[in-house]
């Protein structure tokens, strides 16, 4: 056990995650940078389609959406096993600290090109690649950071209002981008460069945790044992393995440049609203969430939502409704808050603290490989057989591999309450 002071308040324990001076910073820091990526995220993405369509046919330029999810996974991937290997060596504070920079520096080099007049696509290429370095980093250090903030007790609540951080970004980072991007991509991407300049500095708040820390070993045999770890708990690795193939497979957020320029014709403004909406139905679940609402039959919730997930994506990827596509995709975000929550709940009850880090960096890397790999795969597959017909087919996929999924997985279709394993 480390012997620095731990993070929470003294005095009479608090009864929230909320009550925790550092769990306060954590989450400025963590809310500030998801609104930043989310902004940054979807500025690339109509950026990369803008000037791709100038020269290319909408499937070509679709390809292109791709190739930016390809690069910022390649990056991501490379890096996201040895990151999960530090953030079990190295204070988790300075892990997220340093990616923190990265990403600082990869927005600022952009906001650069932007002020300049951007016209080809390689400096957005860098940035993402730089993103994805940072990315790989930051998620399993602050995945792994969280359960050194708050008792365990009430860490699914912790997990719940993590989740109100991101979703609530989620929200207002897409819409802030879709209007400010008609005053210019500059605006932002030099907002967003802001956001995560504050969310650095609440970053130098968090006090030391006391934690474990993971026996001294070689960074592979660490990083095996967190994979051997997850391979031999169906519950963990059921979990993790269908949201991979799950938002793999499903291409409806990949396209939505498409769809916002070419099929619902509502411009960069459309987009953001587009985008914002699976945050909207997330954050309205998320709330529930913190109240203790899913308190039984977890892992069959789980399910039934991955598979109304799906569900949603066909109506959307088949509507050419601007307001049933907004519904549509409020729906599948409430839905996919349900399988986030069970999921991340799962993984840190299920977890010892001394492999949170390599753990959390393997549900990292199947996190990118279902986000990043999985544009990458919308866009080939829209590239082959067009926009629509590459969403709907992903919808369906998703309904039939969350089919399978229960058959394979009975420990994790019968998981019942959100408790700590006996032993």
């Known amino acids: 056990m480390s012997t620095t002071q731990h993070a929470s308040d003294t005095g009479p324990r608090p009864k929230t995650a909320f009550g925790f ?44 959406l791709g190739l930016v999810g390809l690069v910022q996974f390649v990056a991501l991937a490379g890096c996201t096993l040895f990151a999960g290997y530090i953030a079990d060596k190295v204070d988790r504070r300075w892990v997220a600290r340093g990616a923190l920079t990265v990403e600082i520096i990869a927005v600022g080099w952009l906001f650069g090109h932007t002020l300049a007049g951007i016209e080809s696509l390689w400096p957005i290429f860098v ?5 994805g370095v940072g990315r790989a ?18 860490l699914p609540s912790a997990i719940a209002w993590n989740s109100i951080a991101w979703q609530t970004a989620a ?21 967003s ?3 995560l300049c504050l969310a650095l500095g609440s970053m130098f708040f968090i006090r030391p945790v006391a934690r474990n820390i993971a026996p001294k070993a070689r960074p592979w045999k660490s990083i095996i044992e967190g994979l051997r770890y997850i391979r031999t ?48 139905g997330a954050a309205l679940v998320a709330l529930i969430l913190t109240r203790g609402w899913l308190r039984r039959n977890v892992g069959l919730w789980m399910f039934a939502c991955v598979g109304l997930f799906g569900l949603c994506i066909i109506v959307f990827g088949l509507s050419e409704s601007f307001p049933l596509s907004l519904a549509a995709l409020a729906v599948m975000g409430a839905a996919d808050m ?28 199947f996190i990118s490989a279902s986000n990043e790999l999985g544009e990458f795969y919308g866009g080939l597959m829209a590239r082959l057989m067009g926009a629509v017909p590459a969403v709907v087919v992903g919808g369906i996929a998703t309904v039939l591999v969350t089919g399978l999924w229960a058959w394979a997985f009975p420990s994790l279709r019968k998981a019942d309450k959100l408790v700590p394993p006996q032993g």
């Open 21 to 64: 001076r550092d769990f306060r910073f954590f989450w400025a820091a963590r809310f500030l940078g998801s609104f930043s990526s989310l902004m940054t995220v979807v500025g690339i993405g109509w950026l990369v389609y803008e000037i791709a369509r100038r020269s290319h046919s909408i499937k070509e330029a679709s390809l292109y």
């Open 127 to 131: 940035s993402a690649a730089l993103l």
């Open 137 to 154: 980093f930051m998620g399993p250090a602050l995945q792994a950071l969280a359960p050194n903030l708050v008792p365990r007790d009430i």
């Open 171 to 191: 929200v207002g980072g897409p819409a802030a981008c879709g209007y400010l991007m008609a005053l210019g991509p500059e605006w932002v991407f030099g907002v």
């Open 193 to 195: 460069l802001a956001m």
């Open 233 to 280: 708990n169906p519950i963990l690795l059921g979990a993790i393995s269908l949201d991979l193939f799950a938002v793999l497979l499903s291409t409806a957020i990949a396209m939505l440049p498409v769809y916002a320029r070419d099929v619902l014709m509502v411009g960069p403004e459309g987009l953001g609203n587009l985008r914002a909406a699976p945050a909207v």
């Open 338 to 365: 349900v399988s986030v929550y069970v999921r991340q709940s799962l993984l840190q009850l299920y977890t010892p603290d001394d492999m949170r880090g390599r753990v959390a960096s393997v549900s990292t890397l």
